[in-house]
Structure formats: C-alpha cells, structure tokens
C-alpha cells in the first residue's frame, strides 16, 4: 500500500511518501518515510528479510538516513543491522533498548529528514523500550497499538501501558493515521478516531478498568 499525503498539520508543505512493507511470515509491517522534497527517508522496523525494504528504497531513489526499532522482540529487529549497513543508515532505538544501535534517543527526540520534524514518543508497555514515531500526521505504533487490538503486556506493565494509549497516542490529533506493527486488523491502517470508535481495548477511561479487562 502507498499513500501520499500532505501533512494535515503541515509543518512543512512538502509531501510525505508512506510505504507499508509487509515482511515474514508474522504479518509484521515494515514502514517507509520519503520526504519528497530532500528524499531524505527512514525505515520504521526491518522484520525479517531486507530484500523488499531495499527493493522500495530503490524504487523512490529515497537515501535512508535512519533505521527505526519500535521495540527489542526479534520479529521486528532480526535485520536491523544487516540493514542499517546495507542502506549506509544510521540504527536507532530507545536509550533503554538492549539492541545495538548507533542512536540512542529519549522520549520527544526528533528525527529529521530534510525540513521535516519526526518525533520519537515513549510508549512502554509492551515493552519497557518501545517507541512510537509521528510525522504529524501519522503514527507508527509498532507494537503498541493495533487496528482493533493492543500488543500482549505483562501485568506489572499495565498502568505504563494504559498512559502509553491514552496520555500519549491518543492525545495525538483524531485524524491521525495508526499504521501498525502487525497486519491483525481488518484493514491494515485507519485513524485514531476510527481505532477509538471500535477498539474495545481503547474503551477503558481510566488506569483501573483497564487493569481489570486483563483479570
Ligand atoms: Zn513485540
């Protein structure tokens, strides 16, 4: 799937190229940025096989500055360094990320490609290093959000995730596009509007019945 869009926030008039790679056989989405002015790009996750990666890279003659880890689990970062080399990329992750990485960055840290702002947002949870990526006008959730579900967390991490979803992804504007981690929904991509309207996980308003969903 392709999308090109103008910012509806625009920071900067220029549109932004979005590619949603599927790779491996956990239907992980991979995600492609291009600024189409600088065709300066990024990589959100690698998955489990470089080849459609590069071949997209390829196809938008974008050069990929930086190689993004939502998260540590292994169907999203088996490739990371393979691919941060092939592509002359710098590796990045979460300062508490246990990945080896050439970046390491902390919550509202901005990536830049060309004029264009891509902020880091802390979302643990899933996990304690996960991270969301947002453009201002799409959000890339890894495994934090799902269309129609959230990612599996353990209980002590429950209260973390509930704030990650509600203080954080869900303060973004409601027409921003959710692209996820994994193909799960019924549609692989929709709005925080749409993803509030009918993801049941989203339903709790507060921290205690959201716990109380998992008992
Ligand atoms: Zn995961």
Redesign the pocket.
Known sequence: MIKVHAPARAQVAVPLIVKQIPVGTMANFVYLLVDERSRDALVVDSGWETEPIKNAVKETGATVKFVVAT?E?F??VSTLEDLGAALGAKVVAHESSPIRCDVRVKDRDVLRLGGRRVEVLHTPG??EDSVCLYDGSDVFT??TLFVGTI?RFDRRMAEAMYASLHDVILRLPPSTVMYP?HDYGEVPSRTLKEETESNPFLAAKDPRSFIALFS
């Open positions: 998260h689990h169907d999203h899933h996990t890894g495994d990612g981690g």
